[in-house]
């Protein structure tokens, strides 16, 4: 059942990012020669005035063709006859479709919340080392760790790891106290073990205070957590560029479909797998809309970064560029994409038998 979900979950975002496209080069009426759902083989297919509406074998994928895409055309409609920032609304359609899309499903889930954990401190456990005036106090609003803003409570516990996966015990803080900025270098903050009313856990010390719910902090959440889903991103390919991660770490639709099976599995109940999916939907969502607006040939972001470059160049040159140039470019590119996608294909594959 969870399988199914997920291929369902995924395709679904393919469905809403191509769908952004499709619905912004029709507002600025561009032709649009198919509009497909999946890759390889025809499953469905209807013929409308002037676009294919078609669904495809492979749920991993899909597109929306427009006239002159990746040639020159002499249809008035074609994609490259439009004017540049038409053309940059089409590409950047697609990825903002997935942020709205992502936005809604976690507001959906933030609708049921009775509150939200901010990073406002409540209480230091007893033992606490650097607890009084010269360190964390009760009432303390800790803003910023190693650089990072912070609004949640999850942003502490997301940083702090990171931290102690690099083997850092300590970190640079900034806390408000009483309305004036306070910022502590090599501040120690590290887990151990801290006993309250008889009961041992391991944890950093420190409880932050919850924040009630109402429709204005439902909100203010949801827009949180999904532009803290961008945050998550950069970090992630920061990671990449470090080499605290490695291409091995990276995963494509077979290791999301597996993630999101094993979320659902793991989950205690079906309405906790169902709100987990749901979550990790939006964040694959935020995750596409990011990516694909990397300044990469055959992704929009690159379609868009040679848009500028032909601007720029045309206005030095005073003639316009052949756009089979660009189409030769992009061609290219997605053959190395989609051989890169069949390495990350293969390595879900390894790592769903062998774990």
Same mark, same amino acid.
């Given at each position: 059942?969870?399988?199914?979900?997920?291929?369902?979950?995924?395709?679904?975002?393919?469905?809403?990012?191509?769908?952004?496209?499709?619905?912004?080069?029709?507002?600025?009426?561009?032709?649009?020669?198919?509009?497909?759902?999946?890759?390889?083989? /025809?499953?469905?297919?209807?013929?409308?005035?002037?676009?294919?509406?078609?669904?495809?074998?492979?749920?991993?994928?899909? #597109?929306?063709?427009?006239?002159?895409?990746?040639?020159?055309?002499?249809?008035?409609?074609? #994609?490259?006859?439009?004017?540049?920032?038409?053309?940059?609304? $089409?590409?950047?359609?697609?990825?903002?479709?997935?942020?709205?899309?992502?936005?809604?499903?976690?507001?959906?889930?933030?609708?049921?919340?009775?509150?939200?954990?901010?990073?406002?401190?409540?209480?230091?456990?007893?033992?606490?080392?650097?607890?009084?005036?010269?360190?964390?106090?009760?009432?303390?609003?800790?803003?910023?760790?190693?650089?990072?803003?912070?609004?949640?409570?999850?942003?502490?516990?997301?940083?702090?790891?990171?931290?102690?996966?690099?083997?850092?015990?300590?970190?640079?803080?900034?806390?408000?106290?009483?309305?004036?900025? $306070?910022?502590?270098?090599? #501040?120690?903050?590290?887990?151990?073990?801290?006993?309250?009313?008889?009961?041992?856990?391991?944890?950093?010390?420190?409880?932050?205070?919850?924040?009630?719910?109402?429709?204005?902090?439902?909100? /203010?959440?949801?827009?949180?957590?999904?532009?803290?889903?961008?945050?998550?991103?950069?970090?992630?390919?920061?990671?990449?560029?470090?080499?605290?991660?490695?291409?091995?770490?990276?995963?494509?639709?077979?290791?999301?479909?597996?993630?999101?099976?094993?979320?659902?599995?793991?989950?205690?109940?079906?309405?906790?797998?169902?709100?987990?999916?749901?979550?990790?939907?939006?964040?694959?969502?935020?995750?596409?809309?990011?990516?694909?607006?990397?300044? $990469?040939?055959?992704?929009?972001?690159?379609?868009?970064?040679?848009?500028?470059?032909?601007?720029?160049?045309?206005?030095?040159?005073?003639? /316009?560029?052949?756009? /089979?140039?660009?189409?030769?470019?992009?061609?290219?590119?997605?053959?190395?994409?989609?051989? #890169?996608?069949?390495?990350?294909?293969?390595?879900?594959?390894?790592?769903?038998?062998?774990?």
């Amino acid at each position: 059942m969870y399988i199914v979900l997920a291929i369902i979950a995924f395709s679904l975002l393919i469905a809403v990012h191509e769908l952004g496209h499709f619905t912004a080069a029709k507002l600025m009426k561009v032709r649009v020669n198919e509009f497909a759902i999946g890759m390889g083989p /025809k499953l469905l297919k209807k013929q409308g005035k002037e676009t294919l509406y078609s669904l495809r074998a492979f749920p991993f994928g899909g #597109f929306c063709t427009m006239e002159g895409q990746d040639e020159d055309s002499p249809d008035p409609r074609a #994609f490259t006859s439009q004017k540049r920032w038409r053309r940059v609304i $089409i590409l950047f359609a697609g990825s903002f479709a997935n942020f709205i899309f992502a936005y809604i499903l976690i507001l959906i889930l933030t609708a049921g919340a009775t509150g939200f954990v901010s990073t406002t401190i409540t209480n230091l456990a007893d033992g606490f080392p650097n607890a009084g005036e010269q360190g964390l106090m009760a009432g303390d609003t800790i803003i910023s760790l190693n650089g990072e803003r912070l609004y949640y409570s999850d942003d502490f516990l997301m940083f702090m790891g990171l931290a102690e996966s690099r083997g850092d015990k300590n970190a640079d803080i900034v806390i408000i106290r009483n309305g004036e900025k $306070i910022e502590y270098k090599a #501040f120690p903050l590290e887990q151990r073990d801290y006993t309250e009313n008889g009961v041992t856990r391991f944890r950093y010390g420190i409880t932050f205070g919850v924040v009630e719910s109402s429709v204005w902090e439902n909100i /203010k959440f949801a827009t949180y957590r999904t532009t803290n889903f961008v945050r998550l991103v950069r970090v992630s390919i920061a990671q990449l560029f470090s080499g605290a991660a490695g291409v091995r770490d990276l995963s494509g639709p077979v290791g999301i479909v597996g993630a999101i099976n094993s979320i659902g599995q793991s989950s205690r109940t079906f309405i906790d797998a169902l709100e987990n999916i749901i979550f990790f939907t939006a964040f694959i969502g935020v995750n596409l809309a990011v990516m694909n607006m990397l300044p $990469i040939p055959a992704l929009d972001g690159g379609r868009i970064l040679f848009i500028a470059i032909s601007w720029a160049v045309e206005k030095i040159i005073r003639r /316009k560029l052949n756009p /089979k140039y660009e189409g030769y470019i992009h061609t290219g590119a997605m053959v190395l994409l989609l051989g #890169f996608m069949v390495f990350i294909m293969v390595n879900d594959v390894v790592k769903l038998i062998y774990g």
